[in-house]
């Protein structure tokens, strides 16, 4: 991955391949922890085209943003995990 | 009245995109709002750094020949009556925006079917095109132990796709029984063209066990989804994976239409012989009309873009919709659900996902409309797009009214159009 961009995942820096969405970044990367449930449970793509929300992610402070749609950038800072 | 019609198309796959070409060519103006980052909606999504399929290049390269305006990766959130007109409230990246139009035409396309069992909401339980859809953007399911388990004729086309993306594809299992996928396969011998490719999926994962009558009993992992067990009705057999493709078709997105208060019959939008649906002005093509696949959705786009325009009907493109429409009801035939699917969930497996509410909580004798208001289902963020399809299935609930926004949005972009709308009438009453 010599022409890979870096994106920030909870204070971590990833190499990511460019042109490829938010979740396969993390997929790609074994990071399954989009968001956690209610209960708590933690959850992970499924529809993979922005209909079920379980992807969803702070992305440069915006909450809520499905990771399935949104294209990674260079510095891009992305948050996981939060209970939504 | 020598205005210029302002028309506005919701949805960028092949039914949005031949609506907007047709209205377009007629004389039209035409804004095209899309989620996507480039037209071409599920079926023609191109993988990261390639082309779209040849079939959709020849449209493409049709629709961006007119002057249509396309507003890429873009949730539309509410659609408001203003006078006579129509305004679109949209969203991009947290930024709103307005568009007016004269005439709507909604090609939303559908969403996979997801059913609960014990085990779907582990991390790796993904739909069917859902994980056609995560591989074309991105995601490396090279090496990975796969199982489909779901039905309809998504299962095989994904199936070859993820294999020859390096997937390990252990088996694919449908549904529906041996009769009816056979009844179907036989019928293709009218389409040479479909009968080709299907013979030629088979030969990609050629060693891939594909059962029918056979579906998904649960799934059980930790962080992830580690085993499936499928079964027949009569014995079971558990796989080891490290992905689980589950879903059961495809529903209409018709939550524009139902926020328009069109009439939707059968979980589908009610149109006319001009695609329009009961409320004037408003289209409907594609998906949302009764699933129907791709040529179907291009027809009824072409017309229904047209009779936005106001272009009169070709009875060339009524001919091959009515054709189409045919091959979509032997298909909703063949792939029709069997009951135990719908007595998979456990008392303590979840239905709505956004809410956690499990299928213990819900007394059956409810209303959908009792259940939100004693559990928070489908009160969630996919606002009840997957728990409300489920539960259509499972105890017969018809889908609940719409509210605005239709997707989260952000408050500054509700206020915008709600601001606009307490402005004087500047066109005077009517």
Not at chain 2, 18 to 39: C, F, H, K, L
Not at chain 2, 53 to 62: M, S, T
Request: proline share 4%; glycine share 10%.
């Amino acid at each position: 991955m010599s022409d890979a961009i870096e994106i920030v995942v909870n204070a971590k820096v990833l190499r990511v391949e460019p042109g490829v969405t938010v979740a396969s970044a993390l997929l790609n990367n074994d990071h399954h922890v989009f968001r956690r449930s209610t209960t708590g449970e933690v959850r992970a793509p499924v529809c993979g085209m922005g209909i079920c929300y379980e992807c969803r992610v702070t992305i440069n402070d915006v909450a809520h943003q499905r990771a399935c749609m949104v294209t990674v950038e260079h510095g891009m800072r992305v948050d996981t995990g939060s209970a939504a | 009245m020598s205005k210029t019609r302002q028309v506005v198309v919701i949805g960028g796959g092949p039914a949005g995109i031949a609506a907007a070409s047709a209205a377009a060519e007629s004389g039209a103006r035409v804004t095209m709002i899309d989620e996507g980052p480039a037209p071409g909606g599920q079926i023609w999504r191109p993988a990261v750094h390639s082309h779209p399929p040849l079939a959709a290049q020849r449209w493409i390269v049709r629709l961006n020949a007119t002057q249509a305006d396309v507003l890429r990766s873009t949730s539309v959130v509410d659609i408001e009556r203003r006078n006579d007109r129509f305004v679109v409230v949209a969203e991009s990246s947290g930024n709103g925006r307005e568009v007016v139009a004269d005439a709507i035409v909604l090609a939303t396309g559908a969403r996979e079917r997801f059913l609960p069992f014990p085990g779907w909401t582990l991390p790796n339980v993904v739909g069917v095109g859902g994980a056609q859809a995560l591989a074309k953007n991105g995601v490396s399911f090279r090496g990975k132990r796969i199982v489909i388990a779901g039905s309809g004729p998504l299962l095989l086309p994904v199936a070859a796709y993820l294999a020859r993306g390096g997937a390990k594809v252990l088996a694919v299992a449908e549904q529906a029984p041996l009769a009816n996928v056979a009844r179907f396969a036989a019928s293709l011998w009218r389409r040479p063209r479909t009968l080709a490719q299907a013979i030629g999926l088979r030969s990609a994962f050629a060693r891939t066990r594909f059962s029918t009558g056979t579906w998904v009993a649960g799934a059980r992992g930790d962080s992830t989804v580690k085993e499936v067990t499928l079964t027949d009705g009569r014995s079971t057999r558990t796989l080891a994976c490290d992905v689980l493709c589950a879903a059961f078709g495809l529903v209409p997105n018709t939550e524009l239409a139902r926020l328009l208060a069109c009439d939707v019959v059968g979980g589908a939008v009610r149109t006319d012989d001009a695609q329009m649906t009961t409320i004037a002005a408003v289209y409907c093509c594609g998906e949302p009309t009764g699933i129907g696949g791709v040529d179907l959705a291009l027809v009824e786009g072409e017309i229904a873009g047209f009779a936005a325009a106001g272009v009169g009907p070709s009875e060339h493109l009524a001919a091959r919709r009515a054709v189409h429409r045919r091959e979509a009801a032997s298909l909703e035939r063949a792939f029709a659900l069997r009951p135990e699917l719908l007595s998979l969930a456990g008392a303590e497996t979840i239905v709505c996902r956004c809410e956690d509410v499990r299928w213990g909580a819900i007394d059956q004798r409810w209303s959908a409309r009792q259940a939100k208001l004693y559990t928070r289902l489908g009160m969630g963020a996919c606002q009840g797009r997957v728990c409300g399809a489920a539960l259509e299935c499972l105890l017969g609930w018809p889908a609940d009214s719409v509210r605005v926004p239709t997707q989260p949005a952000r408050s500054r972009t509700l206020i915008g159009v709600s601001l606009a709308n307490h402005q004087p009438n500047e066109q005077g009453a009517s």
